[in-house]
Structure formats: structure tokens, C-alpha cells
């Protein structure tokens, strides 16, 4: 009988079980992922990061996003872009920066992406996307694996054909398929017999991705796929005990004093990263994921919203407002 808690290989990277964070787009960091770690995810994936930033030097890339902590390992770094040879330059320093993997987002919907080339534009331009994959491949000395969706639009197969492609011409490790179409983005019910059709026909090991919000449906989504892994990406967003609850080893809802603690972990980690006063800005988008799990009011939670310092959010935190909150 297959578990998520097994181990497993992923082009020789061993993996101590089978839930993996998403690459969350201005989300994952390091302390995001490592966060990730501790509740049990047996990889993590960073957030897409420009090849070419990467490969031109760009300060904040490689000083903020090219950052590993020693605690979160495995880990594979997403790249994006369209430029082969680039994107061979980007590889060898992000293997140099310390990454067990590499990922290549092949799937990102986002304009601003697809304009460049890179992203879900890679789906109808295989033989770029090819070419992509190899010279990720050739310049890191790293197992490349690829995140893609089955087409542009839905009926496309773009994606589905190109997977095949980057196995047999590109030599990559293994894929994380979100069956949606690009143009759905994050709604509509994912295509989850698509996903089982294309872990069946493919040598590597598939990842699946999308609509993973719960427990209960990872696991039926894994059993039903025969999927390598399940990708855990907004369902996890401010819940982190998500993945114990997938892997089984926690039942209940996190309660207000673990919320409160967690939340008090990564103002501490978001400073450490970004300096005081850059964190308590990023933190804003944070909030809401956390609050969720706690009876406040729409005003209570406006008030740590605006919030201008990590001193005055842990004020509201632990003062009467939030903490008592019933």
C-alpha cells in the first residue's frame, strides 16, 4: 500500500515523504518554506525567481530570493524564463547558492510572464521549452524538474504533449502538473483523470497540484492520480498545519494559542529576513490567512492590517483585541 508518509527518489534527491509546498509567487521565502518543513512537507519549492535577474546580478534576487536556510533542505529553486542560455547561466548560480533541485515554471498564467516568453507561453513553443529544460540541466549538474498545466485553454493539450518532450529530450526529473488550463487560473474543478492518464504514461515522478485546500482531498487525489507527491500551494497559505493533518499526524484544528505562537514565529523570521520595517509592511498580506482561524472582528482585523511597525501588531496581538478574542 502507497503512503504519503513513504519516502521516495526525485533524480536522486531523496525526499522523506510525498507533500511538497507549491512555489508561491511572492510568497514562498525562506522562512515560508521553512515553515513548511517543520509541519512535516518533505519538499519545499521556492518562489518563481527570474532567470534574468539571476543571470545579470540583479541585488535584491540574489541577496533576498537566493536565500537558503540550512533547516529547509530539500529544496528546489523555481526559475523562469525563455532564453536557453540564460537560463543555463541562472542554473549553475543557483546550484552554486546551494539548491537540491531546480524547477522550471512552464504554467504561470500571469501576463506580465507569458509576454517574456516564459510561463504558460513555454506550452506552445515546445521546442524552446525544451531547450529551456536542457540548458537548466547542463548548467546546474542539478536534477530539473518542470510545473506545467495541460494547455493555454481548456481542450488544449499543449502541456500534456510538451511533458513527454521534456522526459525523453530534456532528461528532466520529474513534473508537478496542475490540471487546470492557464486561462482558469486557480478556479474551476481540476482535471484530476488528466492527471492520472499522464502519471500512467510517464517514466518520471508526477506531482499534482491545484485544488489541494483540505486533508481529505489530497489524500483522495493522490490514491486516485497514483500521483508520486501532492503540492500543497493556498490551501497552506497561513495554515501550516495542513500538512500534518495530510501526512496524518495531527486531527484537529489548530487552537488560538498555536495560531497566536505561529504568528509570533514569523513576524520574528520576516524581520530577521527583511529588516523591521520592510517586514511590517510585507506582513500585511499575512494577517488574514492567520486571522482566519481566530474569532476577531472585521475591525480588529483592519486594525493589524494597518498596522505601521512589528511592534504594534505584536501590541494588537497581545493586548485585549486579538488575543482575547472569543
Not at 25 to 45: D, E, K, S
Amino acid at each position: 500500500m502507497r503512503a504519503l508518509t513513504d519516502a521516495w527518489t526525485l533524480g536522486g534527491v531523496q525526499i522523506p515523504n510525498r507533500v511538497v509546498l507549491a512555489p508561491l509567487a511572492g510568497i514562498g521565502n525562506w522562512f515560508v518554506r521553512l515553515q513548511a518543513r517543520r509541519y512535516g512537507a518533505g519538499l519545499v519549492v521556492s518562489e518563481m525567481v527570474s532567470s534574468h535577474a539571476v543571470h545579470y546580478g540583479n541585488v535584491r534576487t540574489t541577496t533576498e530570493l537566493l536565500t537558503l536556510h540550512p533547516d529547509e533542505h530539500p529544496v528546489a529553486v523555481q526559475l523562469f524564463g525563455s532564453d536557453p542560455e540564460v537560463m543555463r547561466s541562472a542554473a549553475e548560480r543557483v546550484a552554486a547558492a546551494g539548491a537540491d533541485l531546480i524547477d522550471l515554471n512552464m504554467g504561470c498564467p500571469v501576463p506580465k510572464v507569458c509576454k517574456t516568453g516564459a510561463g504558460a507561453a513555454l506550452l506552445a513553443d515546445a521546442d524552446r521549452a525544451v531547450a529551456v529544460a536542457r540548458a537548466a540541466r547542463e548548467g546546474s549538474g542539478l536534477p530539473v524538474t518542470v510545473k506545467l498545466r495541460p494547455g493555454r485553454r481548456p481542450g488544449d493539450r499543449d502541456g500534456v504533449r510538451l511533458a513527454h518532450r521534456l522526459v525523453a529530450e530534456a532528461g528532466v526529473a520529474g513534473l508537478a502538473f496542475h490540471p487546470r488550463h492557464a486561462s482558469q487560473q486557480h478556479a474551476g474543478r481540476p482535471d484530476y483523470e488528466l492527471a492520472r492518464e499522464l502519471v500512467a504514461a510517464l517514466p518520471v515522478p508526477v506531482t499534482i497540484s491545484g485544488g489541494l485546500r483540505d486533508a481529505a482531498t489530497a489524500r483522495r487525489v493522490f490514491e486516485e492520480t497514483g500521483a508520486a507527491a501532492v503540492m500543497l500551494a493556498r490551501g497552506a497559505l497561513g495554515n501550516p498545519w495542513l500538512f500534518a493533518e495530510v501526512l496524518g499526524t495531527r486531527d484537529a484544528p489548530p487552537t488560538r494559542a498555536e495560531v497566536l505562537a505561529e504568528l509570533e514565529w514569523v513576524l520574528d523570521r520576516a524581520a530577521e529576513h527583511l529588516g523591521p520595517a520592510r517586514a511590517a509592511r510585507y506582513l500585511r498580506k499575512f494577517y488574514p490567512w492567520y486571522l482566519r482561524h481566530l474569532d476577531v472582528t472585521p475591525e480588529q482585523g483592519d486594525a493589524l492590517q494597518r498596522s505601521g511597525s512589528l511592534a504594534e501588531a505584536r501590541a494588537l496581538l497581545h493586548g485585549a483585541p486579538l488575543a482575547r478574542a472569543a
